[in-house]
Every structure is written in structure tokens, then in C-alpha cells.
């Protein structure tokens, strides 16, 4: 089976500096993956790379079948169709409702039938059905969350991209958040990539741990995770 992301001794940069050396990754389907580590040490220039919004300049880079290094500008938008990405800040747009937010998405990416049934069925998919006319501003933290993970799942993405997606959200929401992206992962087979430094998360949501300290990011496998990595 081959990885639906790749990374091979790839340099990943924040600006034009490296932030992480000679990174080796492998993204499989049905996967749940924390990159985990302090602030500053890279995690969210990883995802940066993988929605190829930072450049891969040095290594390999593969990601749904596209390659980071030789990926042109009118490529990534497809690139990221096949990923749903969700941030810590929601991003929603604030002066349409739920349903806009939603159809502006499709619209962007080249749906022209079957937008209301599809914008139901993902709402419906993550409890939010009776929210569809609602503007963003009316919903609590978690609601937004939940519509932003709605709007990701639009284009039945291969991966959920997820950066620290419950950073906003308190223990309650957010365990609610994370029981929503496990079963999406348990249902769909669509891997969960996901950057915490909530030591809590990886614990009570097991999966592989991608760890990042000292200019890089190794998988931890059977051991103690380091508490220093999640401060």
C-alpha cells in the first residue's frame, strides 16, 4: 500500500529557513498522526509543506500522489481537494451563513450539481444539520469547529489535516471535537494528521506520534514520550 503522504530526508522550511532536517514520514490510509513538540520547533511548517503552502526545496515530498518538489501553482488547488485541512482559529467567513460558508467551497472547487445535498450531508455528518442557516457568529467555539471539520470533509478528502484544532476550545468541547475526527478516521478510513502539544489528546486518542525537537521530527515507537516535547 502506498502512503498517501511522504517525506524522504526533506529539509522543511519556515521562510527561508530550515526548521527541521532530513525528515522521514509515511502517511498511510486509515492512519491518526500527532506531531507533537514545543512551539517553534516546526510542527506547523510541516502541515505548511504538506498542503504545499511552504516550498520543498531539499528531499523528497509526496503528497496524494503529487510531488512537493516539481508541484506547479495550478496544481495545488487540486493537491488540496484531496485533503481537508482544519485550524485551530476556525477561518470561517463571518458575513454568510453556515450554508454559504460551505457552498463558497464547492463553488472554489469546481462543484456545479449537488451542492445542497452535499453541504446536508456533511452538517449531518458532524451534528450540525439544524445550524445550516445560521451565520458563524451565532454558534459557540465548538459549533464553529464542528462546521470547519463539515467544511473539510466536502471534497471526501483522503486526509484531515488538523492544526491544534482544539487550541480554542475547552476539555469538554474539545474531547467532543476529537471523538468527531476518531470516528470520521473508524468510519471513513480517512487519516487524521494532527498537530498538539496537548500531551492529553495523544494519550486518550492513541495513534502514531511524530515528535519534534532539536531541528527534527522522528516517530516514537515504544517508549515514554519525553513530557519535555509537550510543554
Request: aromatic share 6%; hydrophobic share 40%.
Amino acid at each position: 500500500m502506498s502512503p498517501i503522504i511522504s517525506f524522504e530526508n526533506a529539509d522543511i522550511l519556515n521562510g527561508e529557513n530550515v526548521v527541521i532536517y532530513d525528515l522521514n514520514m509515511q502517511i498511510f490510509k486509515g492512519d491518526v498522526a500527532y506531531i507533537v513538540g514545543k512551539v517553534g520547533t516546526g510542527k506547523t511548517s510541516i502541515i505548511r509543506t504538506i498542503i504545499a503552502e511552504n516550498q520543498l526545496k531539499k528531499g523528497e515530498g509526496n503528497v496524494c500522489g503529487y510531488n512537493l518538489r516539481t508541484i506547479t501553482e495550478k496544481d495545488i488547488p487540486f493537491l488540496r481537494r484531496k485533503l481537508g485541512i482544519v485550524f485551530q482559529d476556525f477561518q470561517l467567513l463571518m458575513d454568510r451563513t453556515i450554508s454559504e460558508n460551505l457552498e463558497f467551497v464547492l463553488r472554489a472547487t469546481g462543484w456545479k450539481e449537488g451542492m445542497d445535498r452535499r453541504i446536508n450531508e456533511v452538517l449531518e455528518a458532524v451534528g450540525m444539520g439544524h445550524k445550516i442557516h445560521k451565520m458563524p457568529h451565532q454558534l459557540s467555539g465548538g459549533e464553529q469547529q464542528r462546521i470547519a471539520i463539515a467544511r473539510a470533509l466536502l471534497n471526501d478528502p483522503e486526509a484531515i489535516i488538523a492544526d491544534e484544532p482544539t487550541g480554542n476550545l475547552d476539555a469538554e468541547t474539545a474531547e467532543g471535537i476529537l471523538q468527531l475526527l476518531n470516528g470520521i478516521n473508524k468510519e471513513k478510513g480517512t487519516s487524521i494528521v494532527m498537530v498538539t502539544h496537548n500531551r492529553s489528546i495523544f494519550e486518550s486518542h492513541p495513534g502514531r506520534v511524530f515528535a519534534c525537537k532539536d531541528e527534527s521530527c522522528h516517530e516514537i515507537q515504544d517508549e515514554v514520550i519525553d513530557l519535555s516535547l509537550t510543554v
